[in-house]
């Protein structure tokens, strides 16, 4: 019985269907597990600097950010307030839209919800007041804080000692 020689000419053929349907589910797992808290931080807002900003230990619960820009405007949501109309007026009703999602969210509560202010640095401190008291009244109920710095590294030049 002979066996005919197989023809050097022919490779072997790879299947890459495999190879691709595994790098599209790594891509879209990685979609899916992306943080998009980056997406709520306008770059037109400069933070103040402070010895006393820390990174979060944690990430907070339910939080709502808020940017005041140094102009008075708030954006919230990727939108900011027109010119025309005054930022706590305009924010009230999305305030009230925010509470009453959360609040009919099960296993999450208005009162543990974080409200996160970013405020220019060129921002006046009692617009940010404004902004709390806002978010504190009654039909909206938020009260927990937390306000974004930039962390500042503090040089120490060492005297010379005296004898």
């Known amino acids: 019985m002979k066996y005919a020689a197989k023809a050097a000419s022919e490779l072997p053929k790879v299947d890459m269907t495999p190879m691709i349907d595994v790098v599209f589910q790594l891509m879209s797992f990685f979609l899916f ?8 931080q306008n770059e037109a807002i400069r933070l103040p600097a402070s010895e006393l900003a820390k990174p979060p230990q944690a990430p907070p619960e339910s939080p709502l950010t ?9 954006i919230f949501g990727g939108q900011e307030n027109p010119p025309d109309q005054d930022a706590l007026q305009w924010l009230r009703p999305k305030l009230l839209v925010e509470r009453q999602i959360i609040a009919r969210t099960p296993g999450r509560s208005v009162a543990e919800a974080t409200i996160i202010i970013r405020a ?3 921002a006046k401190t009692g617009r940010v007041q404004e902004l709390m ?12 804080f937390k306000l974004r ?3 500042e590294t503090r040089l120490t030049t060492k005297q010379p000692e005296r004898n």
């Open 149 to 151: 710095a930039k962390q």
């Open 120 to 122: 220019d640095r060129g």
């Open 133 to 144: 008291q806002l978010c504190q009244e009654r039909a909206i109920g938020f009260q927990k």
């Open 33 to 40: 597990v992306l943080s998009f808290s980056g997406a709520e």
């Open 66 to 74: 808020l940017q005041l820009t140094s102009q008075g405007n708030v």
